[in-house]
């Protein structure tokens, strides 16, 4: 909601929406965050570096709970609740100041936020902060893992943070390429959605051409199917009339004949 009110410059031309920049900067940057809480997820389980050089205590690597019996952890020590608590932190903290990087057209701290969306971002994360350090609540499955552990998930954020305009600019550099637009206008010319319908269109076109072609020829067939009944039927009349004709002529041959006859007589 903060973001409505945010501080911004206004463009000197009109501008519209370009989706295939939006979508592919979207993507760069999602993988990036994906890339930072994975690793940072890694370095939590699978090394001793945060334990060993900040002696931070980590109940999923402690060997007392891991030989209990029955287990402290049903599901593995991968289910731990502060591990989750960290987790949920990081999480939190670098998507929400994402938005930081994707309001500036080049660095994030050329460009002032507005004051709202500073309050917002502030105190989202306090609290994310808080709960994560405080909160011991069995049925949200976290558990509170101290100021130590908070502060590695901050410093960890603020490292893959800076790295983000980079991305972003390295990113549109490459979509606003020539190669890379006449790349996208051929693939768009392709795959875009006018000429798909264009396409099921005429191939519509093409069945309903060949249905009408069928039909066509049916009432075709059908029409000299009718035509020679109709021949048939004139040849069938035709000979009646003939027959009709001929027995009239032979009779009124043989009345004349009879009259001759019978005058002779």
Known sequence: MTISKDRVKPSPHPDRWNLGEVFILATALGWWLTAATLIYLATLYKTSFWTDTFHLYADWKNPVL????????????????????????????????????????????????????????????????????????????????????????????????????????????????????????????????????????????????????????EEEENGKKSKNKNNNGKKKKDEKKKSKRQKSTEEYSCKIRDEKNVCHD
Do not use: H
């Open 66 to 217: 891991l030989a209990q019996v029955p287990p402290y952890f049903p599901y593995g020590p991968q289910n731990s609740f502060m591990l989750k608590s960290l987790i949920y932190l990081q999480v939190s903290m670098i998507g929400q100041a994402l938005i930081f990087c994707t309001r500036a057209y080049w660095m994030f701290f050329m460009d002032r936020p507005g004051i709202l969306l500073m309050s917002a971002f502030c105190f989202a994360q306090s609290t994310a902060t808080f709960l994560s350090v405080y909160a011991n609540w069995g049925f949200t499955d976290i558990e509170g893992v101290g100021w130590g552990w908070a502060a590695t998930a901050w410093v960890w954020n603020v490292i893959w943070f800076l790295p983000c305009d980079f991305v972003k600019i390295g990113v549109r550099s490459i979509i606003l390429s020539k190669g890379f637009r006449n790349w996208s206008a051929r693939t768009s010319k392709k795959f875009s959605i006018r000429r798909l319908v264009r396409r099921f269109r005429r191939d519509d076109d093409d069945d309903d051409s060949e249905e009408g072609d069928e039909e066509e020829e």
